[in-house]
T-cell receptor
Framework: EDKVVQSPLSLVVHEGDTVTLNCSYEVTNFRSLLWYKQEKKAPTFLFMLTSSGIEKKSGRLSSILDKKELFSILNITATQTGDSAIYLC?????????????FGSGTKLNVKP | SAVISQKPSRDICQRGTSLTIQCQVDSQVTMMFWYRQQPGQSLTLIATANQGSEATYESGFVIDKFPISRPNLTFSTLTVSNMSPEDSSIYLCSGGGTSGRQNEQFFGPGTRLTVL
């Protein structure tokens, strides 16, 4: 059965720390991997990764995909309290004509002042 | 990216009643989806809303409980029927397959449902 596993489940850091969030997957026909940030209700899109080894970067956030080892990491440098949220990883499946995504359980990040 | 709106944003309902949630996208999207997120859990796909035909439901979800409509490429509804407290959840609509961003999926603000 296809699945997406995120680790750690929760993380508490202090402002200024650097964190690395992990997402491993077992999806038979990989299409893409997406990272989302969820603060209250709606997840907001961060990155989409389709190719191995190409880092996507946006400010203090960056992400990379390893399609051989079947995982992705999301890095956040110089964390701020506003980074506190649940970070979701979703993997798309090529078997379907539409973009069916499997979501991980999320990593809950708490950044303390 | 597409902007997605949902209404209502929240509701409190009585057991046994039904609620219809509307999802509107500001541009045409190929695909629309409905997810449920129960407290403390991740997103679970309920179904794919297909334009002009019956929705495609995931295992554990049935049309009688969650009827879905999608009359065009920008609008969809999800009805939660004969509600019980176990249906208390956030319901999220998403859209994807926009031109130039076929592999991305964007979410609406969600509907927080509480069933008493």
């Amino acid at each position: 059965e296809d699945k997406v596993v995120q680790s750690p489940l929760s993380l508490v850091v202090h402002e200024g720390d650097t964190v690395t969030l992990n997402c491993s997957y077992e999806v038979t026909n990989f299409r893409s991997l997406l990272w989302y940030k969820q603060e209250k209700k709606a997840p907001t899109f961060l990155f989409m990764l389709t190719s191995s080894g190409i880092e996507k970067k946006s400010g203090r956030l960056s992400s990379i995909l390893d399609k051989k080892e079947l995982f992705s990491i999301l890095n956040i440098t110089a964390t701020q309290t506003g980074d506190s949220a649940i970070y979701l990883c979703a993997v798309g499946d090529l078997r379907y004509n539409f973009n069916k995504f499997y979501f991980g359980s999320g990593t809950k990040l708490n950044v303390k002042p | 990216s597409a902007v997605i709106s949902q209404k209502p944003s929240r509701d409190i309902c009585q057991r046994g009643t039904s609620l219809t949630i509307q999802c509107q996208v500001d541009s045409q999207v190929t695909m629309m989806f409905w997810y449920r997120q129960q407290p403390g859990q991740s997103l679970t796909l309920i179904a794919t809303a297909n334009q002009g035909s019956e929705a495609t439901y995931e295992s554990g979800f049935v049309i009688d409980k969650f009827p879905i409509s999608r009359p065009n490429l920008t609008f969809s509804t999800l009805t939660v029927s004969n509600m019980s407290p176990e249906d208390s959840s956030i319901y999220l609509c998403s859209g994807g397959g926009t031109s130039g961003r076929q592999n991305e999926q964007f979410f609406g603000p969600g509907t927080r449902l509480t069933v008493l």
